[in-house]
């Protein structure tokens, strides 16, 4: 048992090394004060490099942040109603409709990315951040469709019908009964959509224009210039940003899972 | 509250072309507790559905207190439904969701806590307003779904095989304490269930039902002693059937001789038969007496007197069931265990015993010409 115990402790302290060995050497980077990989003496020189003189960057920062909560929200509102659509009537062909919009789940980014592309060109919009608004909702509905169904189906239908039985019409049941039920698929869906949303390089890559760039560009159009540890300094805070916000929805999982 | 008077008329329903409604015609008075009893399968939830208003008939007419109900959905219908499921709003306390129909109808504060704690009382659930339904026990969840049902005082409560999912024990003290809501409030129950045991204990009346036809309705008594066909007769408790020829005939009586147990069988006619016809009897099992001895035979009475050799006994509790075997045909015969005395000499397996019933316990369901 004993023997055992030490095996299994030794892949944890592996996977956790794997896992963020990469990241320790990146904030430790951050704090170099020279530029290369040579370690030349602690400094903030690139922290007060990221908050003095990038502007661009921070634009790009807040654009990112725009897209994310519009699409996210817009996406959870039509993901949400579509869902109960799907879930509440009986219609023709609900099945092959069901299956159609999951399809881009599978899809690769790059041909949705392309696509898009095309059709933006084709009815004649410019590429700003409009277009990426558009198409962050497009490819966030899927998920926000997939959680919600998953969440109502979980549900008894007959909760519906016992709505209607004592009484309530569509709109009570609608307000007063599905909504609240499933308020936690509603807030994964929106969680999920943000994370995909701020995360996406491809797609945007393809849809935005001069002057409309999100972080994940910005970022890498600086790397193509070399790696300035300015970008060390940012993920730094961005890990920092990120293992908070995990803490505080811990509970994302529990919500799209839950029985 | 009174109960609403029920009145279906030649109702019909299909899905993907099988036929599960066949022609259905009853009436069920005001304040009665009506059951209909089926195995699965038989459109017995069908029908409480196209009731409740959340089926639509293919044909035929359903009239509540004598008014049509073709373009009532169900939440403008007197009716209310216990799921199986009990269907209690999982986000909702007890208190909300026994408040949920007086809430839909604007019903001021006070009077909605007035009268949810006067139904809360009813089903013995005081003092767990506050928790929610998955803090409750199967049958606390049940109580909450009666009280919810019957705070919109409905005119007829619809019971989709509401015990189903409770324990036997459980399920017995939930059908006494239904029994007594039904005295208390007068309204009409429909109950459905596949338990005759449920069905036959607490119904002013039992409609039996098969393949979406509806054999026979009565008493539970008329039920289960003249039941009018060999499946209601089978369905409800056990019995033995014995099938023959008629032989004679007269007075009330006739006989009939059985192929298989090789003797003439004496039958009351409940109804007509002539000689040469082909009929089926249903004798149920506890109407059959066993013993060593050879009982009297007197010609004033119209006893069936057989012998045979005990094939099986199984022992239960209060009676033993024999299996009694007759030139190869198996008959059961239920022998209560009256008193020690009777059972001093026990009648062991793979014994010589006689039989015998009479002729007035035995049943025809099926005559064929």
């Known amino acids: ?259 | 509250m009174s109960g609403t008077s029920v009145e279906i008329q030649g109702l019909s329903k299909s899905f993907d072309n099988h036929q599960v409604l066949k022609n259905l015609s009853f009436d069920i008075r005001s304040g009665e507790f009506f059951s209909i009893l089926g195995p699965s399968g038989c459109g017995k939830t069908t029908l409480l559905r196209i009731i409740g208003g959340f089926e639509e008939e293919d044909s035929g007419v359903v009239l509540l207190d004598n008014v049509d109900m073709k373009n009532y959905p169900a939440n403008k219908r007197k009716t209310n439904t216990i799921f199986q499921s009990y269907a209690l709003f999982p986000h909702l306390t007890v208190y909300e969701n026994i408040a949920f129909p007086l809430k839909i109808k604007k019903m001021t504060k006070p009077l909605i806590k007035n009268e949810v704690e006067k139904y809360l009382n009813m089903v013995k659930l005081s003092g767990y307003e506050k928790k929610y339904p998955k803090e409750l026990s199967g049958g606390q969840k049940q109580r909450v779904a009666i009280a919810r049902a019957l705070i919109n005082q409905p005119g007829i409560l619809l019971l989709d095989e509401p015990l189903s999912a409770l324990d036997a024990k459980l399920r017995q003290h939930m059908l006494v304490e239904l029994d007594s809501i039904h005295d208390q409030t007068g309204i009409t129950f429909i109950y459905i269930t596949h338990d005759q045991h449920e069905a036959l204990s607490v119904s002013d009346r039992v409609a039996v039902m098969n393949e979406g036809k509806i054999l026979q309705i009565g008493t539970p008594s008329e039920i289960y002693e003249s039941p009018k066909d060999a499946f209601v007769a089978d369905f409800i408790g056990e019995t033995n059937f014995i099938e023959g020829i008629v032989q004679e005939k007269g007075g009330k009586f006739a006989k009939l001789y059985s192929e298989t147990l090789k003797t003439m069988i004496e039958f009351d006619m409940d109804q007509s038969v002539e000689i040469g016809d082909k009929v089926k009897l249903t004798i149920r099992p506890e109407k059959i007496r066993v013993k060593r001895e050879n009982p009297q035979k007197t010609s004033s009475q119209h006893f069936n007197i057989l012998k045979g050799k005990v094939d099986e006994i199984i022992y239960h509790g209060f009676q033993s069931k024999f299996f009694i075997d007759i030139n190869g045909f198996i008959l059961k015969a239920f022998k209560p265990h009256l008193s020690y005395f009777e059972e001093s000499e026990r009648i062991g397996w793979k014994e010589e015993v006689y039989f015998w019933w009479d002729a007035d316990d035995s049943f025809l369901v099926e005559v064929s010409k």
């Open chain 1, 1 to 259: 048992m004993k023997e055992k115990k030490k095996i299994s402790f030794v892949f944890f302290i592996f996977t956790l090394l794997f896992f963020y060995l990469p990241l320790l050497v990146l904030v430790i980077y951050s704090f170099n004060e020279g530029k290369t990989m040579k370690w030349t003496g602690f400094s903030f020189h690139w922290y007060e490099e990221l908050f003095t003189r990038s502007k661009e960057l921070w634009n790009a920062f807040e654009n990112s942040i725009i897209i994310a909560l519009l699409s996210s929200l817009a996406s959870t509102v039509i993901g949400t109603l579509g869902a109960i659509g799907i879930y509440w009537y009986r219609f023709r062909h609900k099945k092959l409709i069901q299956t159609v919009s999951y399809l881009p789940l599978m899809l690769p980014d790059i041909i949705i990315g392309i696509s898009l592309l095309i059709f933006f060109a084709g009815i004649g919009l410019n590429l700003s951040l409009t277009t990426i608004f558009i198409a962050h909702t497009t490819f966030n509905i899927p998920y926000v469709l997939f959680i919600l169904i998953a969440r109502l189906q979980e549900f008894d239908y007959s909760v519906i019908e016992a709505s209607y039985d004592l009484g309530a019409k569509e709109k009570d049941t609608l307000l007063k009964i599905i909504l609240p039920i499933i308020k936690p698929g509603i807030i994964a869906g929106f969680l999920m959509a943000m994370t995909l949303s701020l995360d996406d390089f491809v797609i945007t890559f393809f849809v935005s224009g001069p002057g409309s760039s999100t972080l994940p560009l910005h970022i890498f159009s600086m790397i193509r210039f070399g790696v300035s540890p300015v970008i060390n300094a940012l993920a730094v805070i961005l890990i920092a940003a990120t293992a908070f916000l995990a803490l505080l929805s811990k509970n994302m999982q529990k919500y799209i899972y839950q029985s």
